[in-house]
Every structure is written in C-alpha cells, then in structure tokens.
C-alpha cells in the first residue's frame, strides 16, 4: 500500500471518530502513513471494545492518540487545542479535520410521545453544524493547519428530503453545508479547502437510532443502481482522496458517495 503521507508531519482530527464512517475514515488515512487524533464521546463501558478496534491504527507506524472528551464543549475544546499543540510539536500540521459528530434529537413533531422543542433544535445544529465553525475557527487561531488543508464533513439526504423525527438532524445538516461553502470561500486565501461528503445509506450506529430507519434502507437497496447499501469503507475512501495533493482544487462542494443512490 502507498504510503504517500508518512515523513510529511501531517496529522488529521477525527470529531467523532470512535465508530462508524469517522473510524473508517480514521483507519484509512493512518493505512496510508497520517497520524491521526481521534475525539469521541463514548461511555465507559464501551471503552474496552473502543480500544481494541484502535489497535488496527497503531499497527500502522503512526502517530496516534484518542481523546474521550466532548468535542462540542467550549472549554474542553480550548483545552484539546492547548494539547494538540503540544502533540504536533514544531514540525507537525494538521492536514485533515474531519467532522463525523453524530449528536442529534430524534423525535417527531407531533404525536403523544416527547415532541420537539426549540432547545432540541438548538443542540443538534451546534454540535452537528456549528461544531465545525467552532473546531476551524481554533485551529486557525492557533496555527496548526497545514498550508494546504482539508476540511470534510458528512451530510445525507436529509439535507432535502423530509424524513419523520428527522426534523433537527435534517436542519444541522443543512446548516452544515452552508458553513462548509462559507468556510471554504472565507479560508481559502490561508489554502484550506473544505467539502461536504453526501453519504448513502449507511448502516451505522447512529443511523439505527433513527426511527424507522429499516424503510430508509429498503427504499436505498431499491433504488441504488449496485443495489447495495454504502458501506463506512465507501466513504473513508473518499475522504482519503480528498485528502491527496491531487484534490487540492476541489472546494466548496457537496459530494454524493453512495453508488449512484441519488440518481432514482
């Protein structure tokens, strides 16, 4: 396998990067010689099974360190920073920042169940959308990014389509891509670039926690022309190309990576 990162100093954040497509995403670009930082909010008792499946980063001659703190906390934020810095040292930049916070209310609008609130809006757009703003913003600040960086969030369908109890999360994610454009026009003379990725049908464990999620699936196996469901190795892999010098004029986007899952 191609190492074509190692010996360059670059390290890529993983928000949310303990499963799921920001643990693939994490996997791959250590596969291909980054050092990774990975911040993930997990309970204890997951932590075990969270640290095995970490091993697969440290077999890789990388650089690698995991923190277990809120990425959405201002002061804990400040603080990650403050040890980040410290991490790189004088020679190592951050090449990738990788926005996979999976923190969001699902609940319907109406019914006789919990419906929601103003406040549940509120912290789904912070942590799903805003989040990204505020990891960019501190890291620019502090002058950890590389010359040329890359910045990629993940987005679904729900950007436009309606999808019951999806209310927050479709508003994050649409918040989120606004950001993205704007962080990639407002950063651009500092030679950051920044992309959203349009996932497919992915089963992960935040997409099981979505009510009804088992239509979402069958209707994607339906119209996808490979007529598969995409898997979190589909998406790292974009991840990594976005990442190579290769894909150093693409910004500002939306990228479908789901097979074609759109076009039906």
Same mark, same amino acid.
């Given at each position: 396998?191609?190492?074509?990162?190692?010996?360059?100093?670059?390290?890529?954040?993983?928000?949310?990067?303990?499963?799921?497509?920001?643990?693939?995403?994490?996997?791959?670009?250590?596969?291909?010689?980054?050092?990774? /930082?990975?911040?993930?909010?997990?309970?204890?008792?997951?932590?075990?099974? /969270?640290?095995?499946?970490?091993?697969?980063?440290?077999?890789?001659?990388?650089?690698?360190?995991?923190?277990?703190?809120?990425?959405?906390?201002?002061?804990?934020?400040?603080?990650?920073?403050?040890?980040?810095?410290?991490?790189?040292?004088?020679?190592?930049?951050?090449?990738?920042?990788?926005?996979?916070?999976?923190?969001?209310?699902?609940?319907?609008?109406?019914?006789?169940?919990?419906?929601?609130?103003?406040?549940?809006?509120?912290?789904?757009?912070?942590?799903?959308?805003?989040?990204?703003?505020?990891?960019?913003?501190?890291?620019?600040?502090?002058?950890?990014?590389?010359?040329?960086?890359?910045?990629?969030?993940?987005?679904?369908?729900?950007?436009?389509?309606?999808?019951?109890?999806?209310?927050?999360?479709?508003?994050?994610?649409?918040?989120?891509?606004? /950001?993205?454009?704007?962080?990639?026009?407002?950063?651009?003379?500092?030679?950051?670039?920044?992309?959203?990725?349009?996932?497919?049908?992915?089963?992960?464990?935040?997409?099981?926690?979505?009510?009804?999620?088992?239509?979402?699936?069958?209707?994607?196996?339906?119209?996808?022309?490979?007529?598969?469901?995409?898997?979190?190795?589909?998406?790292?892999?974009?991840?990594?190309?976005?990442?190579?010098?290769?894909?150093?004029?693409?910004?500002?986007? /939306?990228?479908?990576?789901?097979?074609?899952?759109?076009?039906?």
């Amino acid at each position: 396998m191609v190492t074509e990162f190692k010996d360059r100093n670059y390290w890529a954040i993983i928000l949310g990067g303990s499963t799921g497509l920001g643990f693939a995403t994490a996997r791959k670009l250590a596969h291909h010689g980054m050092n990774i /930082i990975i911040v993930h909010r997990d309970r204890r008792t997951d932590i075990a099974e /969270i640290e095995e499946a970490f091993e697969d980063i440290r077999e890789q001659d990388v650089k690698f360190e995991s923190f277990n703190v809120d990425a959405t906390n201002a002061e804990k934020r400040a603080n990650l920073i403050e040890e980040i810095a410290k991490i790189l040292g004088k020679e190592g930049k951050i090449r990738s920042l990788v926005h996979s916070i999976a923190k969001g209310n699902l609940k319907p609008m109406t019914g006789d169940e919990p419906t929601l609130d103003n406040v549940d809006f509120q912290i789904t757009i912070d942590a799903m959308a805003i989040s990204l703003y505020d990891w960019t913003k501190a890291i620019f600040k502090a002058n950890l990014f590389a010359k040329d960086a890359r910045i990629i969030s993940f987005t679904s369908e729900g950007n436009k389509k309606a999808w019951a109890n999806y209310a927050a999360v479709s508003a994050a994610k649409v918040a989120l891509e606004s /950001i993205t454009r704007n962080i990639a026009l407002e950063f651009a003379p500092y030679g950051i670039r920044a992309n959203c990725i349009q996932a497919g049908v992915t089963v992960t464990r935040s997409f099981q926690m979505i009510p009804g999620n088992e239509t979402l699936r069958n209707h994607a196996l339906k119209h996808n022309p490979f007529k598969r469901l995409t898997v979190p190795n589909d998406v790292a892999n974009v991840v990594y190309l976005l990442s190579k010098d290769e894909a150093g004029w693409i910004t500002g986007t /939306i990228i479908p990576v789901n097979g074609g899952e759109h076009l039906k």
